[in-house]
């Protein structure tokens, strides 16, 4: 069974940064995807990055673009979100997932097969 635990979440001011983590297990992961959505209070979940196997294309929602960055380690089946310049409206709850397809929308929640249980993001004004 493909678990994702995400950690890295917390307090922060604006300005600062936070490097959130997604361990991977119980799966394959040596194709397809994984990505970050992050869903605030009232709102629906939305996209925040996505990376393929490889490492060699990523895809980031434009409110995010120049501040964040997202990477993979997959020895240690483990991906990375560094979110840099962080302003109020990034607080959320970021949420790992995974998808075993490459093709496909990738800032589409319905490409996903797997998904974490989530980080609390607060950044302070």
């Known amino acids: 069974q493909v678990q994702l635990v995400e950690s890295g979440g917390g307090l922060v001011q604006a300005g600062g940064s936070l490097r959130l983590s997604c361990a991977a297990s119980g799966g394959t992961f040596s194709s397809g995807k994984m990505g970050w959505f992050r869903q605030a209070p009232g709102k629906e979940r939305e996209f925040v990055a996505a990376?393929?196997?490889?490492?060699?294309?990523?895809a980031y929602a434009d409110s995010v673009k120049g501040r964040f960055t997202i990477s993979r380690d997959n020895p240690k089946n483990t991906v990375y979100l560094q979110m840099n310049i962080l302003k109020p409206e990034d607080t959320a709850v970021y949420y790992c997932?995974?998808?075993?397809?490459?093709?496909?929308?990738?800032?589409?929640?319905?490409?996903?097969?797997?998904w974490g249980q989530g980080t609390q993001v607060t950044v302070s004004s």
């Open positions: 990376i393929s196997w490889s490492g060699s294309t990523t």
């Open positions: 997932s995974a998808s075993t397809a490459i093709v496909g929308r990738w800032s589409s929640r319905n490409e996903y097969d797997y």
